[in-house]
Every structure is written in structure tokens, then in C-alpha cells.
């Protein structure tokens, strides 16, 4: 190849990277605001447009194709990922209802590749430019405050598109208090953007003061969505970067993540062998109800369908947990949330594989990098919430921590 044929194929790559990586930030920033969204296109007749941004999986995985074949290695993980989860796809297949349900489950963790895709490519000083994340944290947040105020047209509505009659907003309420989504679908989607984008914040901007005023505003826009878990999450996460910046010592964020790793998978397990069945919410009037239903029914019903419907060394495959499930066995379904009871439904014996070489990839960072704050924040943010929630179906938390860990060992790669 001659040397005019090399600078034109480093310009076309350079281009095709930029144009795929804004599609993966307008693919995350759709979830944002996603009720939004739905809501205006569906008055103007095109809500089905919204599904195109399922296809941004695909378009990445393509791309990726090209730049390995311009001898590119950086994506050499965007296949490995495609490789596992063909091997998991091929398991669901075997153990659930049928295709319609695996590839269900298959768009759900399709999202991982945006997240790969963007730790590739992210620069070295800059995972989103933190003042486009501290703007769209600001629009997030007054979207939660003025939904306290305001019922938003969107909240319970309902739209057609080609694949049926679909909710724009989950309009909800807890013992009388309204479950505010903002600008998501959900409050718990507006819980995950909005820890999301504080992280980023916190771990990009220079300015204290900034950083403090957007930890204070999260704060108060989760609490807001009444979403327990996240809240506790970003008090944590807060609590932990304060932390290390009072002792300048990476090993803060090390043992605050092995915690809450650790703590992921001991808690469902701990509650499932400790707990008789015939726990009530009566009977434990300190526990939470939500937490006694996950541990009377939730994580045994989830683990009791791997064991009769699945395989213990495999689990049940891709769709054969949450809402994929919908889509074929719905007199099983089962939210499973938690981190680790969705993993080990998914993934079987592997996902404590999975799980240990994130968690080691991850305290093995470099320690004087923002992309090592970064990784280390969400994914304490992540697993602390995914004690008690299903974060695999959050595309934002799960895109988050495929980019971390690629993050990281980009960095380690280049020191």
C-alpha cells in the first residue's frame, strides 16, 4: 500500500470513529429522555422511529469489522463480546420458549457494544466532555424538580407503533408518593441517567465547587424518584469520592468497589439460605416490603427457574430472565433484581467468571487517571445498586461499565 493510500484510509477511519461515536452518545442521550421523546413523536406520527436506535448495536459492530480489517486491534473486544454472547445466545435458544424471546434479550444486552465502542475511542482526558454532561445533568434534574410540580402529558400515556400499543411513561406512585421520571420513561431510569451523568462530573471536571453543586443536585433529583437503591448508591458513591480526595489514595476506591462487589452477590444468596419463605412483611416491620418481596420470592422464584428450566452450570441463556421473558414465558417472569441472581440466570457458572475479571480489571487501573476515578465511581454506583435492582436492563449503567473497563485497560496498554 503506498503512502497516499495509508493517509487516505487513516482520514476515512478517523471519520467513520467520529460519526459512530456520536451515534453512541445520541443513542445514550435518547434514554434520557426517552418519555420525551416517545411522546413527541408519536403526536407527529412517528414513534416507531425511536427503534432505530437499536441499530446502532449493529452499525458499531460493522464499523468495527472495518477498522480490524485496517489492521486497527483496538476492537479486538467488541468481538470477544460478540463471541460470548453468541455462546450464551445458542444456550437460550436451548433452554427458553423460543427465538423471539432470545432476541429480546439479545437488544437488551446489545447495549454493552455502544459502551465498548466508546471506551476505544475515548480520548485520553475526557470519557464526555464534562460540560455536556453537567448540561444535560442540569435538564435532567429540573425536568425531575418541575415533574413534582407538573403531571407531564406523557405520564401513563400510551402509543401505536409497529410493534403494538406501547406505555411512553411509567406513571407510578408509592403509599401516595408519586414516582417523578422527569424526561425518562421511568423513575428509575431518571435515577440511573442522573447517577450516570454525576459521575462523569465528578470525575472530569477540575472545579470543586462545580462538582460539589452537581452532587447535591443528583442527590436531590434521585431522592425525588423515591428509587431507594440509587439513592443509597449515590450517597455512597459521594461519600467515597469524598473519601479519596481527603486521603489522595487510590485504595479508597479499591475496597469501596471489592465491598459492594462482594456484597452484590453475599446479600441474595445470604437472604435466600438465611430466610424462610414464610418471611412476611408483617412479621419484619423493620425491613423494607420491597426488599422481604425479593427475598421471599423474587431471588428464589429467579434461581429456582434456573435450576428446573435451565442448567446450574450454565444458567437459562440470553432472554431466559427479566423482561425478555415477556416474550415467551410470561408465567415465569421474573425481574431478578439483582445484579448477580440476572448474571447467573443469564450467564450460569461464568458470570462469576465475568464478574472477577471486571472487578480485577478494574483495581488494577492506573491510579493516577480520571478514567480510573471514573471507572471505579460507576461501578460502585452500578453493583450498589444492583443489590437490589435489575441495572442489566438499564442500557445507560451497562453501557457505563463495558466503557469502564476498556477504559482502563486502554490506559494500562499505554503505560
Avoid at 460470548?84 to 434479550?105: D, P, R
Avoid at 485520553?124 to 407538573?150: E, M, P, Q
Avoid at 471514573?374 to 443489590?387: D, E, P
Wanted: with cysteine; glycine share 8%.
Amino acid at each position: 500500500m503506498n503512502p497516499s493510500e495509508t493517509i487516505g484510509n487513516t482520514r476515512t477511519s478517523a471519520k467513520l470513529e467520529r460519526n459512530v461515536l456520536f451515534l453512541c452518545w445520541l443513542y445514550l442521550i435518547t434514554f434520557a429522555f426517552d418519555a420525551l421523546l416517545r411522546f413527541g413523536l408519536s403526536r407527529i406520527g412517528l414513534a416507531t422511529l425511536l427503534y432505530g436506535r437499536d441499530l446502532v448495536p449493529l452499525v458499531i459492530i460493522a464499523a468495527s469489522v472495518v477498522m480490524w480489517s485496517r489492521r486497527d486491534t483496538r476492537f479486538v473486544w467488541i468481538f470477544v463480546a460478540l463471541y460470548i454472547l453468541c455462546i450464551h445466545v445458542a444456550i437460550g435458544l436451548l433452554f427458553t420458549s423460543g427465538v423471539v424471546q432470545v432476541l429480546f434479550g439479545l437488544k437488551i444486552l446489545s447495549s454493552v457494544f455502544v459502551g465498548l465502542f466508546i471506551g476505544c475511542v475515548a480520548n485520553d482526558t475526557a470519557l464526555l466532555g464534562w460540560r455536556t454532561a453537567y448540561l444535560l445533568l442540569l435538564v435532567s434534574v429540573v425536568g425531575i424538580f418541575v415533574n413534582y410540580f407538573v403531571a407531564y402529558p406523557w405520564g401513563g400515556g400510551e402509543f401505536s407503533s409497529a410493534f403494538g400499543t406501547v406505555a411512553m411513561a411509567k406513571d407510578w406512585a408509592m403509599d401516595g408518593v408519586r414516582r417523578l421520571a422527569g424526561f425518562a420513561r421511568a423513575s428509575y431510569d431518571a435515577a440511573s441517567v442522573v447517577g450516570a451523568l454525576m459521575i462523569v462530573v465528578l470525575s472530569y471536571c477540575n472545579r470543586f465547587y462545580l462538582k460539589s453543586f452537581a452532587a447535591a443536585l443528583s442527590l436531590a433529583a434521585i431522592f425525588m424518584t423515591t428509587t431507594k437503591g440509587a439513592a443509597i448508591s449515590g450517597m455512597v458513591v459521594v461519600v467515597v469520592w469524598l473519601t479519596y480526595l481527603l486521603f489522595a489514595s487510590a485504595l479508597v476506591l479499591r475496597v469501596a468497589l471489592l465491598i459492594v462487589a462482594i456484597l452484590s452477590l453475599a446479600i441474595p444468596l445470604g437472604t435466600v439460605v438465611l430466610f424462610p419463605s414464610s418471611l412476611s412483611v408483617g412479621k419484619s416491620a423493620l425491613l423494607l416490603s420491597s426488599f422481604v418481596e425479593r427475598i421471599t420470592y423474587m431471588w428464589p422464584m429467579a434461581l429456582k427457574n434456573v435450576t428446573e428450566s435451565g442448567s446450574l452450570i450454565f444458567g437459562r441463556g440470553v432472554g431466559g430472565i427479566g423482561v425478555p421473558q415477556l416474550f415467551g414465558e410470561w408465567w415465569i417472569h421474573n425481574a431478578a433484581d439483582n445484579i448477580f441472581v440476572y448474571g447467573y440466570s443469564v450467564f450460569g457458572m461464568a458470570s462469576l467468571v465475568y464478574v472477577l475479571c471486571y472487578v480485577v480489571t478494574i483495581i488494577r487501573s492506573p491510579t493516577k487517571s480520571r478514567h480510573t476515578l471514573f471507572a471505579h465511581l460507576f461501578s460502585i454506583f452500578t453493583f450498589s445498586y444492583g443489590i437490589t435492582a435489575n441495572v442489566f436492563e438499564q442500557p445507560v449503567l451497562l453501557s457505563g461499565l463495558a466503557a469502564s473497563a476498556i477504559l482502563v485497560l486502554a490506559n494500562r496498554n499505554r503505560g
